[in-house]
């Protein structure tokens, strides 16, 4: 069986450069399948080519092939000493002293040709040589079309422009492989957050290990201001620990036995000691950069239509330049302006903008995304987001922290004085959520110290038990009026309690009325805030779907401003619902925890997992998981999404925009080669840096 095998690549400056290297790789005979992955710049096959093949295959742009199992980080090559950047400072100086020499009071043709010359050389022999082949072959892509039209310009005598064009070409390559490199540096950010070795005891001996030799149960020694190497559980110690480079979440968070920690993450103050749960290919930080990688491959609708465009697109320029140098000589023109104009046609159709236009925003948005805790899993899904009308959410973890909290403790005349930890000490004995609620709550005044005996759990009403000599029930309002009379004043109590969604008990102490205990699940800080930031963006309607009764959920809804309120619904019904709210808006997002309500997030537009950190159903089940458990991380990435949308339009006027304002100008017969190349590369830095401002959109 042949298997799957994945290598990085460096120098891959291009678009055009990886589809054809993608290209060459399928044709090696002893590969199956290959994908390159532009924004990753990765290689994936099946089949068992040689890394000398794969190299072979790359040799006509330079590109390199290196193992993934090589953690070494890139070398960074100070700008001077960069190949491109070399070869356009000096084709600058011969072309300025070739200008020197045309210029001057005496000009001297042929020393300004020879310079020229040489500038075309220095800046243009690789591009020359790629080019020939390729014209040999057949295939006209950007260096094709560039060679013609160098080589036809030298060949009636245009040297100057010649070597103009070539000079403006190695400064746009220079140029596009630095914001490239700046697009890509958010993979090589997250690839560099978990460090390549670590401190473990093994056995009962310290060792320092690469985190490839790792293994489950290992564990890890972690000082403080020490990065944690793998994921795992704190056996020992008791530290706050930044998590912003796995969650974005920028408050530290506190550590301690049993709990989970993360790759990547910064140990602040103690030392710990981390049992680590998985190998180095399945922690979260691993799985982040795979699913980004995925996502950053993946073609978004506006990518297909591009390339599509552009395989038909190529041909037409080609046979438009061959008619505008040949027909207007064919009606008695002369023959060298109008070749002229015809490889001018050439150099300014060549395609780069358009190819680039799309997956260098895609890269950019999807690449900052990851950094800010919010993993958008394919350029699909980060369009879609742009377009979404409606968000629908679920109540519990989502709106509310998930978890219920007391947020009420009326105490009635004449009480005992401990009553909350008689209280406490009958809830210790139950596993009921509402029960472990109270325990916290009681814990907060101090320890539980009062003796429990012959418990007893009465389903759907409450418990009651013996404390210290004391029979103590605690249990539903309704319960407690069947056992004894309530005060009038803490039964209206109890209504107000209940009418703003709470969950109400009544204690009672040898049947004698002590006090009552609201419980609530509670709302999220920002979830009101939220709700405003989606409408100030554009979102047109919110709605709530959730299992919990009418009364409680627009409680919450009063709360957050939700204007649609759906209760009492199971998973079925959220499903119905979501696909009503399609019917009725068009592209629906829906928030929830990427389990319970997997079948509406399913058929939602975009499905959106809260917690997708240390979740391995959230990053596996939802388009996009908020990793913090964050739901303010929801406008930002609206906000992102839309505006990658706008950028990409921008990207594509501006790219198709230029070039037909140039091609116009054949008309008069104004176009010449400085102003191709000018409306071809501007073009495409233009895009370029205009997709670069993505990395600007924070939360």
Not at 633 to 645: A, E, G, I, V
């Amino acid at each position: 069986m042949t298997t799957k095998t994945e290598y990085r690549l460096e120098n891959l400056s291009c678009a055009s450069c990886a589809m054809k290297f993608e290209n060459n790789v399928k044709n090696i005979p002893s590969v199956a399948e290959a994908t390159v992955n532009f924004g990753a710049s990765k290689l994936s096959f099946t089949g068992d080519a040689t890394v000398e093949e794969l190299q072979a295959a790359g040799a006509f742009d330079g590109i390199k092939v290196v193992p993934l199992t090589n953690r070494q980080p890139e070398p960074k090559i100070p700008f001077y000493r960069r190949k491109e950047n070399i070869v356009t400072f000096l084709s600058l100086i011969f072309v300025i002293a070739g200008m020197t020499y045309t210029y001057k009071e005496i000009p001297n043709p042929t020393v300004a040709t020879g310079l020229f010359a040489v500038a075309i050389i220095i800046g243009g022999t690789g591009m020359f040589l790629t080019g020939l082949k390729n014209l040999a072959r057949l295939d006209f892509d950007m260096k094709t079309l560039m060679t013609i039209a160098i080589i036809g310009a030298a060949i009636i005598g245009e040297w100057q422009e010649a070597a103009v064009v070539v000079l403006l070409f190695a400064l746009s390559e220079a140029l596009e492989a630095y914001s490239m490199n700046k697009a890509r540096q958010s993979i090589r950010d997250l690839m560099d957050i978990a460090p390549p070795s670590a401190v473990v005891k093994r056995n009962n001996e310290v060792l320092e290990l690469q985190t490839e030799d790792i293994q489950i149960g290992d564990i890890l020694l972690v000082k403080p201001g020490q990065k944690i190497a793998m994921d795992g559980i704190v056996k020992s110690g008791r530290s706050t620990v930044n998590q912003a480079p796995i969650t974005g979440e920028s408050v530290p968070v506190l550590k301690e036995v049993n709990d989970e920690v993360f790759a990547g993450t910064l140990n602040e103050e103690g030392a710990l000691e981390v049992t680590v749960t998985k190998l180095v290919g399945d922690t979260t930080i691993a799985k982040i950069i795979h699913l980004v990688e995925e996502a950053q491959a993946e073609k978004a609708p506006s990518q297909k239509f591009v390339d599509k465009f552009a395989k038909y697109y190529t041909p037409i320029i080609i046979v438009v330049a061959i008619l505008v140098a040949i027909v207007p000589p064919l009606f008695g023109a002369e023959w060298q302006p109008w070749i002229y104009q015809g490889l001018a046609v050439l150099v300014v159709g060549c395609p780069c903008a358009l190819v680039v236009s799309t997956p260098v925003a895609i890269v950019t948005a999807i690449g900052n995304a990851a950094r800010q805790g919010v993993l958008i899993k394919g350029g699909v899904h980060l369009e879609e987001m742009g377009r979404i009308t409606a968000v629908a959410f679920d109540k519990t973890g989502t709106l509310t922290r998930g978890y219920p909290e007391v947020t009420d403790f009326i105490v009635g005349r004449g009480a005992n004085a401990d009553i909350l930890q008689s209280v406490a000490a009958v809830e210790s004995m139950s596993q009921h959520p509402l029960a472990r609620a109270i325990v916290n709550y009681a814990k907060g005044q101090g320890p539980i110290t009062k003796e429990v005996s012959n418990f007893q759990s009465v389903t759907g009403k409450g418990a009651y038990a013996d404390v210290d000599g004391e029979l103590i029930h605690v249990g539903s309002v309704l319960w407690a009026s069947e056992l004894t009379e309530l005060p009038d004043d803490m039964k209206q109590h109890a209504v107000k309690l209940q009418q703003a969604g709470k969950s109400v008990m009544a204690v009672l102490a040898n049947h004698t009325f002590q006090a009552l205990i609201a419980v609530t699940d509670p709302l999220r800080e920002e979830s009101a805030k939220v709700l405003h930031q989606l409408k100030a963006i554009g979102i047109r309607h919110t709605v709530m779907l959730t299992g919990d009764d009418q009364r409680t959920a627009e409680a919450i809804a009063l709360q957050t401003g939700v204007t649609d309120v759906r209760a009492g619904l199971m998973p079925e019904d959220k499903l119905t619902a979501v696909k009503e709210l399609i019917g009725d808006y068009g592209r629906v997002a829906m928030v929830g925890d990427g389990i319970n309500d997997a079948p509406a997030l399913a058929a939602s537009s975009i499905g959106i997992a809260m917690g997708g950190a240390g979740t391995d159903a959230a990053l596996e089940t939802a388009d996009i998981a908020l990793m913090a458990d964050d739901l303010s991380q929801l406008p930002y990435t609206m906000k992102l999404s839309r505006k990658t949308l706008q950028i990409i339009k921008e990207n594509i006027m501006f790219a198709l925009g230029l070039k037909i304002v140039a091609l116009l100008l054949i008309i008069p017969g104004w176009l010449t080669l400085w102003i191709a190349i000018f409306a071809d590369m501007g073009a495409t830095l233009l895009v370029v840096l205009n997709s670069l401002r993505l990395l600007r959109i924070h939360k």
